[in-house]
């Protein structure tokens, strides 16, 4: 299994110098490293100082490195799309649909990387893999989406087949796929291809949880505005389950106050990268052990026995911290992003009794 | 009609100060700004000096600002969804399912920014609105998005009706849609809500391609990967069919060789900023006049007499421009996005006679 590492900041702080000498970090210590980017203009060729294609292409001992463009990937998605089409419908009709004519829709970037990530991590040909996307909340959206999209799945299906419009459309799944599909998929309605999406997600789910799969790093530099966004994508990483593991401070342009920002980011490890000359050398020298992520606070603990859930929101004041429960399951809102939290069965549908938000901690009890 | 304007360019190059700066001096020309940002940190409020809200407050004379938060838009959003639902559908089922329970996926943050905009332009109440958004490919993303997705619903509507499945379910939709709504929509197949969806992605449409109504500045440093990104997005804009009305420069971090600037972007003139000391009054003297992109070349010029189409892609070169016919309309891909042609009637459907490919010009022949 390959470790996953992203950068997250402020755009300017230096992530992609960060992300490309943590990949040469692990490749001179004997990790087979691959150096994705999602970086869709010339920059990340500028500064590998080559041009990088779609294709991973070898860069050096243990290093290969390939461009995530999203063109390329969607072609290859509706190939894909098309095969599944052949296998279960009679007469295929995307087949008439080229990937060639697909324009790219917001959303469809971040999808069709998270796929790419997650199918060169099954390849077994990386031991690490460094994602250097936008480092941003959308960086978290993608992250965060097979939780979300698992919300959705179990939330409307029931909505749906309560309905008028699941009651009134029963009837007619049975002759309406025997018409379209060569198997009969009728029985339990789709029941195949569902158990089959449901365990991609649980798939993800569990290795985005896990900081010895996943895992992110932050970058700043001394300006206040940098730290503040660090900060904020600190506690927003912690929405989507997904570890961080410490920060890298890059001196390139403001002063840094080093004690300043330990306390800010207190009690993750904040180490200071010397200038970027252009020699690598330095950097990589510099850079912490990358894989200690599991080593600072988990985004959630639950505690069955005691009924509590604990989750780390650092950097969120308690005003900005919301817990409701409208529908079936504990809703958590911070930083603009929404968590529903799929308790174990010990714990699941019963009121919150109690919550605390207290040195970053949101304690619920059940 | 309010003009809109928004900031393309690498992350750390100044683009909110620009847009700030730019806010203030519409303002004080006396036309009613709306300075909305989406900006999900602390960042704007940092920069901005007070903490914006997601309801537009008064900030002086003419000028207002917003917060563009997805949790609360997606609120909003669904509220609407769900009126639309209880005059529609006779057992409404969405109104099971609360706002405050949805998460945010990927994608979602662009649809809900581009669709407060539009509200915040129809409201009346603006002359001018800015959006500081994340200014990369994901700004081009969202407003090319009304195109694609016209695309998207013409080619695959045809499609699925063409299909066994479309066949298969043909019979079932009188039956299902009395069954389930309020009104009888059968007899045209959903032609009600389908043209209304039609008349707002064609308003859209008009209003990005108008110069006038939609533009955008690029912003960069004299930092060689900034030039580059800048140079990008300038091309990438013209693929989604945004005019760029000029560079504006930011010495704050690099040294800028204006000429070699001016050369970079040639013919877009290029304006170079104070550094900024927190007076922004030398900021706004200096800014152009940004209400001037319908000077600049445009990004698709139709000749219906010569069978022409003309588009202006500059900075890409002849190996990234890919022109092909697959479908039925003309696709060009550049710069990791692909647009089809939806040519007026005249041209429509006509093959392609010669291409050719000079100066940043892309011309068609048909």
Redesign the interface.
């Known amino acids: 299994m390959a470790f996953l590492l992203t950068f997250l900041g402020?755009?300017?702080?230096g992530r992609t110098t960060v992300a490309i000498a943590a990949a040469k970090q692990f490749a001179e210590q004997g990790y087979r490293v691959l150096l994705a980017s999602q970086n869709?203009?010339?920059?990340f060729d500028?500064?590998m100082g080559a041009p990088i294609g779609t294709e991973p292409q070898e860069l050096g001992v243990n290093l290969k490195a390939v461009q995530l463009?999203?063109?390329v990937l969607l072609e290859k998605a509706w190939e894909d799309l098309k095969k599944l089409e052949a296998e279960y419908?009679?007469?295929p009709?995307?087949k008439?649909?080229?990937g060639?004519?697909?324009?790219?829709?917001?959303?469809?970037?971040?999808?069709l990387a998270l796929n790419a990530l997650r199918e060169y991590e099954g390849s077994g040909s990386y031991d690490v893999i460094i994602y250097d996307g936008?480092g941003?909340?959308?960086t978290l959206?993608?992250v965060?989406?097979p939780?979300?999209?698992s919300?959705?799945a179990r939330?409307?299906r029931q909505?749906?087949a309560?309905?008028?419009?699941?009651k009134?459309?029963s009837p007619?799944v049975q002759?309406?796929t025997a018409?379209?599909f060569t198997v009969n998929l009728a029985g339990d309605n789709f029941a195949e291809p569902t158990e089959r999406a449901n365990a991609v997600l649980d798939d993800a789910k569990r290795a985005i949880s896990d900081p010895n799969r996943v895992a992110a790093y932050l970058v700043t530099t001394g300006d206040?505005?940098a730290i503040?966004?660090a900060?904020?994508?600190w506690g927003?990483a912690q929405q989507v389950g997904l570890s961080v593991g410490g920060v890298i401070a890059n001196p390139a342009?403001t002063p840094l106050n080093s004690s300043a920002l330990q306390t800010a980011f207190d009690p993750l490890s904040v180490v200071t990268l010397p200038e970027h000359t252009g020699d690598w050398q330095p950097l990589i020298a510099a850079l912490p052990d990358l894989k200690q992520a599991a080593n600072a606070p988990k985004p959630i603990e639950i505690d069955i026995i005691h009924g509590q859930v604990k989750l780390f929101l650092p950097k969120f004041e308690k005003s900005q911290v919301k817990l409701?429960q409208?529908?079936p399951?504990v809703?958590i809102?911070a930083?603009?992003?929404?968590?529903?939290i799929f308790l174990p069965s010990e714990l699941r549908g019963k009121p919150v009794k109690a919550a605390k938000f207290q040195g970053g901690y949101l304690t619920i009890t059940f």
């Open positions: 402020k755009g300017g702080t869709p203009g010339p920059g500028l500064m463009r999203s063109t419908v009679r007469t009709f995307f008439t649909v080229f060639q004519e697909l324009g790219i829709l917001p959303g469809m970037d971040s999808a936008p941003d909340l959308s959206r993608m965060g989406s939780e979300i999209l919300w959705y939330r409307f909505v749906i309560d309905s008028d419009l699941g009134a459309l007619f002759p309406v018409a379209v206040e505005v503040a966004t900060q904020y994508y927003s342009r409701t409208y529908g399951e809703t809102e930083g603009d992003q929404r968590r529903n």
